[in-house]
């Protein structure tokens, strides 16, 4: 090291030079959870003691708010180098480019990374030394090194080096351990060259591979057509065969698709690429929807096999309005298939021309018992039941309710039909089957926003209902007791009660799978590897792998959510695991009742994390903890780093404007609402003025808290008339009216929890 060297850098970051490095899960946590203040108080800048620390405060500086950027770009040469300059100038430029790269770990890679376009971005890293830079990372199959070597032949793709791109690109084909550099940029920058160097029919293969690979980002593929004809001429594809021109034909410019179309050049082919079939089928739907037939008779097998791509082509027309060819093309190539998107285009459909004919409600009722989650054909079925127009509620006959009960799965959703139900057969007067319901209507409707409203609601008819003398008996006694008694009497009488006997069918194995899923992870270095990222918090990195493991893998959607539970349960990443044990849940259509569901399901449901926080907000602006945990996994479903498509941020999704005036209110400056000191404090304060608001009653602050308190006030000066459900059902804003039923069965089931497990 030069005397000059010497000078200007602090060499703090000592444990860069001491061999292997230890995991310091508390740093990680703190980092993945984003909690910049807490980084800031905790982690001394001139004594860390690890390049977790170093990286914790990378991130401060990066995303907290109060951030130095001076600061946090000689940290990133501090992590890459282990040593930390008092500036960085061509000296300290001179040093990186020849200091040898240390034992490569998740974090050095993303500081590699950052530094990289940190230096670009102040003009630091002179332009000939960049790829001397970027070669410094060891070549692994890894996310971050994928964009290195991208970026490298991008690099001399730009200087018109399309020798080095074609040595490069031949050498990593030939090598097994290298070939996961041979990415789609890559291939298009190998492509271009080799058609640069008069390797044209080479060249143009590579292009053609690229366009038929159904992994081939959209854009990339527009690229490579923009990239033939460039390099070939406007005509490129009139000398391609057939599949060539499959491959390309969804790119060409208006009028050469015009012109293959009315040439009937596809009509009597048969292809048994999928990928050109779905070219083609594109290309006729922008074009000429009416020549399709004659194609699609050439391809029926591999549609009804295949029927994604035809179900696309539906949904489009759909879109356009075409109404008549989407059901004669649903009617020709998949009537008769039972699956949830044919069944949904046929809603669709019948919904356009009479939301209230009989075959909108078959459609409805076919889809729905595939897909019950989807809420606004939940709402397309009420509206077909009832019609609430008028100063009376008017109901359907009671054989399309049947129907209805029939059909939809016993799940959280189905509570709003029941509801209904009940109410259509009270106003009827039909007694004895109103009993008869009301007797185990918890059994239709399992941990559902109306079950609390049914008993409040019809509180004198339960009354009359004689509840079983030992609700532990089998699980019909029990269901029926469920829905006789009240939350706080059945959770004090069912505290720590084994009550697995009622367990919902399939649960028990897919607890068992839950518990296991750590152990698809288990010395798998690349799903290892997928789990430091999510350690902290790179989430894009960290399922980029998962999910690129999965596809190779071909995992049904099932294992495949199972890896990534498993992966979430390693890294801590609530967000993860509960997603996706949300998505396992809805595969196998099981109801997130938290009584009738073991702990190893429910764990996951229901977390409880950043409780410290919690506890002492709840504590300054008193609100019952079930609620902040409610709000919380309905807007952000625990990941602090979420950003909605109105800029809320954070757990608690607070928008900027309401998070600048509550700032303000508390005295606070500098922030960032990701960092869950932020976001809970902000959030909690601001529900509890929303329920002090609205006497403490969290149905309306819960509308208020997702549609703003004064759109709430006109909502509730238009369409209140003193029934809250029917004010529910003729709320405007449909994202506000799903939004309260979810966020009060969150309640419920959080404080069911709480209460039958004594959580403290």
């Known amino acids: 090291m030069s005397t000059k060297l010497a000078r200007t850098i602090q060499i703090i970051l000592s444990f860069l030079l001491i061999g292997k490095l230890a995991a310091f899960d508390e740093t990680d946590y703190l980092i993945k959870s984003m909690q910049w203040k807490r980084i800031y108080r905790t982690i001394n800048s001139s004594n860390l003691k690890n390049e977790t620390e170093a990286y914790a405060l990378i991130r401060y500086h990066e995303s907290s708010g109060a951030g130095s950027s001076k600061e946090k770009l000689k940290l990133l040469y ?46 630091l890293l002179p332009t000939k030394e960049k790829i001397t830079y970027l070669r410094k990372l060891q070549p692994i199959d890894d996310p971050i090194f994928h964009k290195v070597y991208n970026e490298i032949q991008k690099i001399y793709f730009e200087r018109k080096r399309y020798d080095k791109i074609i040595k490069n690109s031949e050498s990593i084909k030939k090598k097994p351990d290298r070939q996961f550099l041979y990415t789609h940029r890559v291939q298009r920058y190998y492509a271009y060259s080799l058609i640069k160097e008069s390797r044209v029919a080479a060249g143009k293969q590579v292009y053609i591979s690229l366009l038929q690979d159904p992994q081939t980002p959209y854009t990339l593929k527009k690229q490579a057509s923009k990239d033939l004809k460039n390099l070939l001429g ?83 027309l759909i879109s356009r309005q075409r109404h008549s060819l989407a059901k004669k093309l649903l009617d020709s190539y998949l009537y008769g298939m039972d699956l949830e998107d044919v069944h949904k285009n046929y809603t669709r459909i ?42 009376r509620i008017k109901y359907r006959d009671n054989k399309y309710w049947q129907q209805a009960l029939d059909k939809i799965p016993n799940l959280p959703v189905k509570g709003r039909l029941v509801y209904w139900y009940l109410r259509y057969l009270k106003q009827t007067s039909q007694n004895e089957k109103l009993k008869q319901v009301l007797a185990s209507f918890y059994k239709l409707c399992p941990g559902s926003y109306y079950l609390e409203v049914i008993k409040a609601e019809f509180a004198a008819e339960l009354k009359k209902i004689k509840t079983p003398n030992n609700p532990l008996k089998d699980k019909n006694s029990l269901l029926s007791y469920l829905s006789l008694k009240k939350l706080e009497v059945y959770a004090r009488e069912l505290n720590r009660k084994d009550l697995s006997f009622a367990y919902y069918r399939g649960a028990r194995q897919l607890s068992d799978k839950l518990i296991d899923a750590y152990k698809k992870i288990d010395k798998n270095k690349k799903l290892e590897q997928a789990v430091s990222y999510l350690k902290i918090g790179e989430l894009s990195y960290g399922m980029a792998i998962l999910k690129e493991y999965a596809r190779e893998k071909q995992y049904t959607p099932g294992e495949k959510y199972e890896l990534f539970v498993g992966a979430g349960d390693i890294s801590g990443q609530t967000y993860v695991s509960l997603y996706y044990t949300r998505q396992l849940m809805k595969f196998y259509l099981l109801a997130d009742d938290p009584l009738l569901l073991p702990e190893a399901i429910t764990a996951r449901l229901y977390p409880r994390p950043h409780r410290a926080l919690v506890k002492k907000n709840t504590k300054r602006y008193p609100v019952d903890e079930n609620v902040i945990y409610a709000v919380m996994r309905q807007e952000s479903f625990f990941r602090e780093n979420a950003v909605s498509s109105a800029k809320a941020k954070g757990l608690m999704q607070v928008i900027p404007s309401t998070g600048k005036g509550l700032a303000k209110a508390l005295k606070v400056k500098q922030y960032s609402l990701h960092d869950p000191e932020v976001s809970i404090r902000f959030g909690t304060k601001f529900l509890f003025d929303l329920l002090n608001s609205y006497n403490r009653d969290l149905r309306w602050a819960s509308i208020a808290y997702n549609g703003g308190p004064g759109n709430l006030r006109k909502w509730k000066r238009n369409h209140y008339r003193g029934d809250f459900n029917q004010f529910l059902e003729n709320l405007p804003s449909r994202e506000s009216r799903n939004y309260c039923r979810i966020v009060i069965s969150n309640y419920i089931n959080y404080r069911t929890l709480m209460l039958v497990n004594e959580v403290e």
């Open 350 to 391: 019948f919904t356009h021309y009479n939301r209230k004919s009989e075959a909108t409600f078959k459609a409805l009722l076919n889809y729905l018992h595939l897909y019950p989650y989807n809420l606004y054909y939940q709402d397309v079925l009420l509206d077909f039941l009832t019609d609430q127009s008028g100063s």
């Open 78 to 123: 501090g992590v890459v180098t282990g040593l930390k300059p008092i500036r960085i100038g061509s000296t300290e430029i001179t040093y990186l480019l020849q200091k040898k790269t240390k034992p490569q770990t998740t974090i050095l890679r993303l500081c590699f990374w950052k530094l990289y376009w940190e230096l670009q971005k102040k003009k």
């Open 234 to 316: 406007k005509n490129f594809h009139a000398t391609f065969n057939l599949q060539e021109l499959a491959s390309v034909i969804n790119l060409l410019d208006r009028s050469a698709q015009i012109a293959y179309i009315d040439n009937k050049t596809f009509a009597n082919t048969r292809f048994t690429n999928l990928r050109l079939v779905k070219n083609v089928l594109h290309t006729y739907l922008y074009r000429d929807t009416d020549k399709l037939f004659p194609f699609l008779k050439n391809h029926k097998q591999l549609i009804r096999k295949n029927p994604d791509s035809l179900l696309y082509i539906v949904g489009r």
